[in-house]
């Protein structure tokens, strides 16, 4: 594993990130004083119910949003626009560029993220089609493709920008349980590549088997409620009895019983 | 194996191999079908049952004066295009046309994007098309006279009026659709500004464009031939509008008939083989528009 050194500097620091966006009607505050830290290699994940920011979260992290509060910094260097260091994968399924074949959707993110020639990018865009098993549709435009197959284009073009952390917001919500499950094995081969990536779900069992990290939210606002480590095992731990996901379970959701204490 | 021997109990799990092929599970249409989904066949009948009908009121009524035969319409079209007369003004035309059309087009274009990168932008583009959308070309031609007499510029000018407001409507349109994840994207691949616009929001925002550029087309088209009837005979060559009025003029129905007719063949053609064109290699081959 290329788990970081705990001596060196985090790849990336949020810093007590208070997150506001104003609706027509009012300002809703998405997270509250969130702090944590990524280091390089982690596939970090951003855990918890709708409504505790996770996806806002990340936008700021992308550079889409100011935060109102605290400050998100990438190696040291505040966060102020989104840029190719962070290339981001949606969940939607409009996230190709429906007027580019499948590679040349990946060739874009590199000639205008990364300014490479367009035979170069071509070239890379093929490798990196190839690797997430789709060279039979390189020259297809997306209309053509599925659910799953337009993730794996997103997938590629973000992992061929060879980005710092690679952002992944839901990426297989909106995929159907096979399709899904097929896409999280084909995320974990990928640990070779040992890119930093977080990964925002709702779903315990999915940050169980991707994460290393996870961060648990609460929502209205978003605060961090706990870190825990994953192995990837849903395992009983000796000290409480409990399953991994019964105790991230219990912490996301107890709240509910307990009567707050401040 | 007996199905009707099996009972609920003895049902076993199946499994089948099945060879990793690709199976070809298409059937081809037969000739009608494949005949009748050609879209050009189809109004080619309606366009031939028309002529039809037209050819034989004409032979009916029997007075070229008032109501010329399809005959007698495509001979005097014949004639203007084989002396070239009608071809000289048909060019004419086009040739104010593409001023005016490209001329207003680019301001439509301009507004927009305008538009898209400011809210005071967008209120303008509002405000004005909202205002000016639905004054008819034709008030403009006092007006145009005044500033600009007698001649091709005053043409242009209503034009541009006639085509600038229905194309940057559209475009806007188009531009406000553009989803926010493929803005998102764009930034994410480090465009902004300019480089978003034109490398995202407006191919994204295409099939919208050309539906403008289709109404402002005919918009212009149809403006065009109206002004040349007031300002032609100081425009050069006068144009189609000049022609239609001037055969009416000396009692030339037929000639009449031809100049509508060229009219009408002219838009069909830059609608079917222009348009329809861009938009088979463009918004159709990308599923952004069946």
Request: proline share 4%.
């Amino acid at each position: 594993m290329t788990s970081a050194n705990p001596t060196t500097a985090a790849l990336l620091e949020v810093k007590g990130v208070t997150l506001q966006y104003k609706t027509d009607r009012s300002q809703v505050t998405a997270t509250f004083r969130v702090s944590f830290a990524v280091f390089a290699g982690d596939r970090y994940v951003l855990l918890g119910p709708s409504g505790c920011g996770k996806s806002t979260l990340l936008k700021a992290i992308g550079g889409y949003l100011q935060p109102s509060e605290g400050s998100v910094e990438l190696a040291g260097r505040e966060i102020i626009r989104p840029g190719p260091d962070r290339m981001m994968v949606f969940q939607e399924f409009d996230q190709l560029f429906p007027w580019l074949t499948v590679t040349q959707n990946v060739a874009f993110a590199l000639t205008n993220g990364v300014g490479m020639s367009r035979e170069h990018a071509i070239k890379k865009a093929r490798d990196f089609v190839d690797r997430v098993g789709l060279s039979k549709f390189a020259d297809t435009f997306p209309h053509a493709l599925s659910g799953g197959m337009k993730a794996r284009v997103a997938i590629a073009r973000g992992m061929s920008v060879e980005p710092a952390i690679l952002l992944m917001d839901e990426p297989f919500a909106a995929l159907d349980a096979l399709t899904r499950a097929q896409m999280q094995d084909d995320l974990l081969l990928c640990r070779q590549t040992a890119t930093t990536i977080i990964f925002v779900t709702h779903s315990i069992a999915e940050a169980i088997k991707l994460g290393n990290r996870i961060l648990l939210l609460s929502p209205h606002p978003g605060r961090v409620k706990a870190e825990l480590g994953s192995d990837g095992r849903d395992d009983i731990d000796p000290a409480d009895g409990l399953k991994k996901s019964e105790r991230i379970h219990r912490l996301l959701f107890s709240e509910d019983r307990k009567p707050e204490s401040d | 194996m007996e199905p009707s021997a099996m009972t609920m109990q003895e049902r076993r799990d199946i499994i089948h191999d099945v060879p990793d092929v690709t199976v070809i599970s298409e059937r081809s249409l037969s000739v009608w079908e494949r005949l009748y989904n050609i879209d050009g066949l189809r109004r080619g009948v309606v366009i031939v049952t028309l002529a039809l009908a037209w050819e034989s009121y004409g032979r009916w009524l029997n007075n070229p004066l008032l109501f010329p035969t399809f005959g007698q319409t495509l001979e005097a079209l014949w004639v203007g295009l084989s002396t070239g007369e009608l071809t000289r003004h048909i060019l004419a035309s086009l040739q104010t046309l593409l001023i005016g059309y490209a001329a207003g087009v680019t301001l439509a274009v301009v507004l927009a994007m305008a538009a898209t990168t400011s809210r005071i932008g967008n209120d303008l583009l509002t405000t004005l098309t909202s205002m000016f959308n639905p004054l008819p070309a034709i008030a403009l031609f006092p007006l145009a006279l005044i500033w600009f007499g007698l001649g091709v510029s005053s043409i242009v000018f209503v034009l541009i009026h006639s085509v600038l407001w229905a194309v940057a409507l559209n475009t806007n349109a188009g531009f406000r659709g553009v989803s926010r994840t493929l803005r998102m994207v764009g930034r994410n691949c480090g465009l902004s500004g300019l480089s978003l616009i034109g490398k995202v929001i407006l191919p994204a925002a295409l099939p919208s464009v050309l539906s403008g550029l289709k109404i402002g087309w005919a918009f212009a088209w149809r403006t065009l031939i109206a002004a040349e009837m007031v300002f032609g005979v100081a425009s050069g060559d006068g144009g189609l509008g000049w022609f239609i009025l001037q055969s009416k003029n000396s009692l030339e129905t037929p000639s009449v008939f031809a100049g509508l007719l060229a009219v009408i063949i002219v838009g069909l053609l830059v609608e079917l083989l222009l348009f329809r064109a861009i938009e088979r290699s463009t918004v159709e081959r990308w599923g952004m528009q069946h």
